[in-house]
């Protein structure tokens, strides 16, 4: 699987090989990459691509700070990724940057290989709306969702929708909404004088039991049972 980190380059020149690609984005400052013979500033809203296999060298003169995705070559081509070649991003692209540093890796990655197709079309472009969609939806889990309103405010047949959201998320989307709800609900647990009745609505869970089947199914514990788990151990 791809893995993402942010990095600060030392004040050095090292070599390096991998038998990954690599992307490295530029968030701050600049390091200077030299592979395959040519020259590449790695600076802030540029993407700079490095093959598997490639030797190549870099140098951080001064502050930097870049995200860097490491990409098996096997994922890749799971994944339907076409060669992704090096260049500076749209500015509707490099603006979503921030939002992505935190995700797990492969969303990001095809969160930003989604992105990158996108660059080349105008804001409007319905997978660019689903794209603004999904912040939106995170940011109110306890909303009443439906697929075919996410579908319709993204100008796309609700079957479309179901199969660009897969390719961009990797789930389908009501597995990716219940996924989310459920991840919010281990965060809101934490708290334990909270009600779990109360957890399950800001979720956006119907009722209790319906919270208590979906949680059991992920996670093989009711939440009582996961809460008291995570007390005894902490």
Known sequence: MPTAETRRYPDRVLTDRHGFHQWLIG??????????????????????????????????PRHNRTLVLDLPVAWCEAAGFGDVTSRRLPSTVHADIPALVDARPEVLARRLHALLDMGRMTRTEP???????????????????????????????????????????????????????????????????RPLTEIAQACGFHDSAHFSRAFRARYALSPREWRQRRQSVG
């Open 127 to 193: 997978r660019l709306r689903l794209l603004r969609l999904l912040p939106e939806v995170e940011a109110d889990l306890a909303a009443p969702w439906r697929v075919r309103d996410w579908a319709s405010r993204c100008h796309m047949a609700e079957a479309a929708f179901a199969r660009r959201f897969r390719t961009l998320t990797g789930s389908s989307p009501h597995a990716w909404l219940i996924e989310r709800r459920l991840q919010r609900a281990c965060t809101l647990m934490q708290d334990v004088h």
């Open 27 to 60: 968030l701050e400052g600049v390091v200077e990459l030299e592979t395959g013979g040519r020259g590449a500033h790695v600076d802030t809203g540029r993407l700079v691509t490095i093959a598997s296999g490639d030797e190549h060298h870099y140098l951080a």
